[in-house]
């Protein structure tokens, strides 16, 4: 009944244009583009994975882009100014990280909590940024360049697949327990006889551990650094993608960061403008409508006092020793 | 656990003035208390008794919407009107002319005496004078207080910050206060002159009054009639010398 | 260095320090009374000097009207934050931060996306005129105002919240809210009051940044709002007195390490104040121990 040109123009809208726009847009991901997010996605996830440890822990820091940062720079520091070779960077990466992590416990986490662990990391993670700005030893604000771009969709796909494994085991170790137990309440887990203080330190250190690992991916990714990329920014993509996936598993961060890389890929350009945007509006959402987390399984389980209990009762008990009757 | 209903002259004529009907407390999934049913009438002082942990202060807490009660109803009859306040919010109900006196918190630490009392009135009376009128009259029933006027409540003993706690309760003109557990931390001599208090307002001012006690003496001593928890739910209830003589008493603090 | 640069840096110290005051002491209405980190707060600065830039855009020359519109614009912007991200999310401190901070990221965002991202140039409301006081230091009417408009939003605030029916409800919210709701007070309607207020303030410290350096850009907030943080930390949260005096130190040791160092130290000299402090002394130079401290 309607002829087509009556369709085309149905509200004045010219629907045949925005069909071969976004038909352009679709024909111009190639294989080899979409590898690239996916490789990009990946590096990401295991610098996620390292804030997602901390939170896990009830470490809620906001500056986890200056831990990316310090593992980011003595990865660049490593590689250019004394040729240290990638597959041998890595694991002194994810050293740097450790002790960074550690440095980051004794300085902050272990005297501070909540609303002030916050806001501390995100001041250090600031701060660090102006003293690399700095810093002409460290390219003040040019940065480092030179990195050999090292992290080819093999490389990046073994690194996350161990770290993959990595975590899956922790999560299943007594160690999970504690984080779990610290998190939830650590004067009940304290009490119960789990070491709050050792379990923290656990925390930073893993989580910077794999943040060591994951910065130096993302260095020998993007091959030249520069300071103001470790700033609120990052700190808000890393925190999203922990967020929305929830933190009763590492799996969340898998999809949350997932989300984050894919779905503003969806629907426009890539204007960073416009993804901030939506990120921005997405956390409110997420936030005021599910709070534990997008998965449908993240919804946190509600616990009872009993729960607790027993958590921090596995959790303090020596391996192998059976906990009393339940 | 089952719920014995008192036959009492006034309840029967209908002067009930806060009816709680199967009232049940959750914090998340454990339950506080649950099936808690009683009545406070014109003119009565009724004591809530029990154990520690029995469920008093939540039944309390809930009545006055601090805690949303999880089911039942609770009604408040103010003289002319009925209400459902189960659900109400917590500052209506204030407005309704119903005070309550914690047990922790009693008094706004860094506020002074004075300021503790005006607060009690200052965003229910009609206007800013009228509040500092009752401030003035409160002043005048509570010389300990009057003494301290201008010091921070923080300041205050035990016993002078319940004193503060009640002054302020008083503020509001109320024609119901629910007092959680007033005694504690206080010496005999200030817990005697706390409960005679509380009867001189009973009496006089012609406020009604539901206490929730540990000191069961005490309690039983000053009120009509009394009910007694256990873990959770009303055990018995009955006329307050009655509960005193009875058997029934030692058994639901001594448990079984 | 002369005496006369050493004055003049101090007094330049305290214009600024007197904008840093302004906004923490915005900040801890909400946050030391309320408990609630609006991280959007910086945003709101933002809003307020775009407010005002709007009415220059549409033609109409006045400063001060283009005020009266950015504060009553980041006003809104408060009020909105309050009731979409703060009150379904009450007594969820940690996701009430996220989603203020979600908030913000998203105002900057479209505020850069609609504007292009380009700083924009903000009309001085007067040409600031110098007058040479003990002999070779200049000081500027501007900074003056500055000055005099800090003390007299700090002088406000302590009166408000002393002698104002809403200004107690605020504080004997931030001592017990349940002692409030048995008193009759509305929370949901004290707690809009509250960031209304905020808002306002909020946007002041947007227009006067804005007027001050000449210009501003989206993302003006991140570095104004976390230096209200930090004054906020250092002098104890909930204390309107000591953030003016916080502030005001602030910005002279600043002013003094940009004089003395050059300009890369200037941000440094909050954050290691900071993190000291919270070593040091957690609930900051004039709090007390516990989160929510003194309120005047």
């Known amino acids: ?326 | 656990m089952t719920n014995v209903a008192v036959e009492n002259q006034a309840e029967v004529a209908g002067h009930a003035v806060l009816t709680v009907d199967k009232l049940e407390v959750r914090y998340g999934p454990v339950v506080a208390a649950t099936d808690v049913s009683l009545t406070v009438n014109r003119g009565e002082i009724v004591a809530l008794l029990g154990p520690n942990g029995a469920g008093k202060t939540s039944v309390l807490k809930s009545i006055m919407g601090l805690v949303p009660p999880a089911s039942g109803t609770v009604t408040f009859f103010d003289g002319t009107q009925t209400h459902q306040i189960a659900r109400m919010e917590t500052h209506d109900m204030a407005r309704l002319g119903i005070a309550n006196v914690p047990s922790a918190q009693v008094v706004l630490p860094r506020m002074t005496v004075e300021e503790n009392l005006l607060v009690g009135a200052l965003f229910l009376a009609p206007n800013t004078k009228i509040a500092r009128g009752k401030v003035i009259e409160l002043f005048d029933r509570f010389p300990i207080l009057a003494a301290r006027r201008k010091q921070f409540a923080s300041s205050l003993s035990g016993g002078e910050q319940r004193q503060l706690a009640i002054a302020r309760g008083l503020m509001s003109d109320p024609k119901l206060m629910l007092l959680d557990e007033p005694s504690l931390g206080l010496s005999p001599i200030l817990l005697k002159s706390i409960f005679e208090m509380l009867q001189k307002i009973n009496r006089e001012d012609g406020v009604d009054i539901l206490i929730v006690e540990q000191n069961v003496n005490k309690a039983l001593e000053i009120s009509d009639r009394a009910y007694v928890m256990r873990i959770g739910g009303i055990e018995f209830s009955g006329n307050s010398a009655d509960v005193a003589e009875g058997e029934r008493l030692k058994d639901a603090y001594l448990g079984s | 260095m002369t005496a006369g640069y050493f004055t003049e840096l101090i007094f330049i110290g305290i214009a600024t320090g007197a904008l840093y005051a302004i906004v923490a002491i915005g900040f801890n209405l909400v946050f030391g009374t309320m408990n609630v980190l609006n991280l959007a707060h910086g945003a709101t600065m933002m809003v307020g000097s775009y407010g005002l830039l709007l009415v220059f855009y549409v033609g109409l020359d006045n400063f001060w009207l283009a005020a009266i519109v950015g504060m009553v614009l980041a006003t809104i912007t408060g009020l909105m934050i309050e009731r979409l991200t703060v009150r379904p999310l009450r007594g969820h401190w940690w996701n009430t931060k996220i989603a203020t901070l979600g908030a913000a990221v998203f105002l900057e965002n479209l505020v850069q996306v609609i504007t292009n991202g380009h700083p924009q140039n903000v009309p001085r409301p007067f040409d600031p005129t110098y007058y040479a006081i003990f002999g070779s230091f200049e000081v500027s009417d501007f900074q003056v105002l500055l000055i005099v408009v800090s003390v007299g939003v700090m002088l406000g605030m302590v009166w408000f919240l002393k002698e104002t029916k809403w200004g107690r409800a605020i504080r004997v919210l931030a001592q017990s809210p349940d002692i409030a709701k048995c008193i009759g007070i509305n929370i949901n309607r004290i707690t809009i009051i509250g960031f209304g207020i905020s808002g306002a303030l909020a946007g002041l410290a947007g227009i006067l940044n804005a007027a001050t350096f000449g210009s501003t850009y989206p993302f003006v907030g991140l570095l104004l709002g976390l230096k209200g943080i930090v004054v906020l930390i250092v002098a104890g949260i909930g204390n309107m007195r000591g953030a003016l005096y916080v502030g005001m130190v602030l910005g002279v040791v600043e002013t003094m390490a940009v004089g003395l160092g050059g300009s890369t130290y200037r941000d440094l000299v909050a954050y290691v104040a900071m993190v000291l402090i919270l070593l040091v002394r957690p609930h900051g130079l004039f709090g007390e121990e516990g989160r929510v401290v003194r309120e005047v």
Request: aromatic content about 14%.
């Open chain 1, 1 to 326: 009944m309607d002829s087509p040109e009556a369709i085309q123009h149905f509200l004045g809208i010219d629907w045949e244009a925005t069909w071969r726009d976004l038909a352009l847009h679709y024909s111009s991901i190639t294989w080899a583009f979409v590898l690239d997010i996916v490789v990009d996605y990946g590096v990401y996830l295991v610098s996620a994975f390292g804030l997602f440890i901390l939170f896990a822990a009830g470490q809620y820091s906001l500056g986890h882009a200056g831990l990316v940062g310090i593992a980011a720079y003595s990865t660049a520091v490593m590689v250019v100014k004394f040729g240290v070779p990638f597959w041998l960077s890595l694991p002194l990466s994810g050293l740097a990280g450790l002790l960074a992590g550690i440095i980051y416990y004794y300085l902050l986490g272990a005297r501070l909590s909540g609303f002030y662990l916050a806001i501390a990391t995100f001041a250090v993670s600031e701060a660090l940024v102006t003293l690399w700005l700095s810093t002409d030893y460290l390219g003040g604000a040019l940065g480092m360049h030179g990195i050999p771009l090292a992290s080819q969709w093999h490389t990046v796909l073994i690194v996350v697949a161990i770290v993959i494994f990595g975590l899956w085991r922790l999560q299943k170790s007594r160690f999970w327990l504690s984080f779990l137990a610290i998190r939830e309440s650590p004067i009940v887990a304290g009490a119960m006889g789990v070491n709050v203080a050792g379990t923290r330190m656990l925390a930073w250190g893993i989580g910077g551990f794999i943040t060591g690992i994951g910065g130096n991916l993302w260095a020998h990714r993007v091959t030249i650094i520069a300071p103001p990329e470790f700033s609120l920014n990052l700190t808000f993509i890393l925190l999203l993608g922990v967020l929305l996936g929830g933190l009763r598993t590492f799996w969340g961060t898998v999809a949350g960061g997932a989300f984050v890389y894919f779905v503003p890929w969806l629907t426009t350009t890539d204007e960073p403008r416009y993804r901030l945007m939506l990120y921005g509006l997405t956390i409110v959402l997420v936030l005021v409508f599910r709070p534990g987390g997008l998965l449908p399984v993240g919804a946190p389980k509600k616990r009872t006092v009993e729960d607790l209990r027993r958590i921090a009762e596995q959790a303090a008990a020596p391996p192998g020793a059976k906990t009393g009757g339940d």
